[in-house]
T-cell receptor, first 114, second 110 residues
Framework: DGGITQSPKYLFRKEGQNVTLSCEQN?????MYWYRQDPGQGLRLIYY???????QKGDIAEGYSVSREKKESFPLTVTSAQKNPTAFYLC?????????????FGSGTRLTVV | KNEVEQSPQNLTAQEGEFITINCSYS?????LHWLQQHPGGGIVSLFM???GKKKHGRLIATINIQEKHSSLHITASHPRDSAVYIC????????????FGEGTQLTVNP
């Protein structure tokens, strides 16, 4: 995972439940991102955080919440307000290279509503 | 219309063939990324480029900034190259946020 650990790999949620997806990194990078992937669509940004104790909404933040209390951790909570949560969720970190920003992705969590 | 378009959506090749995947974008960018996603879902960054050409092993990525077009080439393709290849751009006006294409599913048969 290049220093990013996502857990669990598979998650099943009942209707009306909140669930939390974990993303931990040991790369010492400041910026972290959560993306959602649906079949036939490009990845879409849910939330991102550029520094501890700060985060911004992405393009599809409704029904999701995040926290960034530690540099290493950026958990994503899928709330009951998210009407269609079944998807593949990817966490990523950004590092600044010579020509711009590079990204390292986790292995993902597949969430299914049952 | 998506800001990042890839073609083809699906590609099937025989082992050993030369493969090209195309990416066109309609916005100003600071960098373009090629990513590889294997069936398990994890994504690996292959290239980040802002001009010219980069090569890594059997993979070659090129970009033409004036034409807003990039290509990913795979020489001497192998079944282990089977994956989804994703083009993404860092827009000039969005800081570090990525905009993704829908991906190209590549299958290389032995």
């Amino acid at each position: 995972d290049g220093g990013i650990t996502q857990s669990p790999k598979y998650l099943f949620r009942k209707e009306g439940q909140n669930v939390t997806l974990s993303c931990e990194q040991n790369l010492n990078h400041d910026a972290m991102y959560w993306y959602r992937q649906d079949p036939g669509q490009g990845l879409r940004l849910i939330y991102y955080s550029q520094i501890v104790n700060d985060f911004q909404k992405g393009d599809i933040a409704e029904g999701y919440s995040v926290s960034r209390e530690k540099k290493e951790s950026f958990p994503l909570t899928v709330t009951s307000a998210q009407k269609n949560p079944t998807a593949f969720y990817l966490c990523a970190v950004r590092d600044r290279g010579r020509i711009g920003y590079g990204y390292t992705f986790g292995s993902g969590t597949r969430l299914t509503v049952v | 219309k998506n800001e990042v378009e890839q073609s083809p959506q699906n590609l099937t090749a025989q082992e050993g063939e030369f493969i090209t995947i195309n990416c066109s974008y309609s916005v100003g960018i600071s960098a373009l990324h090629w990513l590889q996603q294997h069936p398990g879902g994890g994504i690996v960054s292959l290239f980040m480029l802002s001009s010219g050409k980069k090569k890594h092993g059997r993979l070659i990525a090129t970009i033409n900034i004036q034409e807003k077009h990039s290509s990913l080439h795979i020489t001497a393709s192998h079944p282990r190259d089977s994956a989804v290849y994703i083009c993404a751009v860092t827009r000039e006006t969005s800081g570090s946020r990525l905009t993704f294409g829908e991906g190209t599913q590549l299958t290389v048969n032995p």
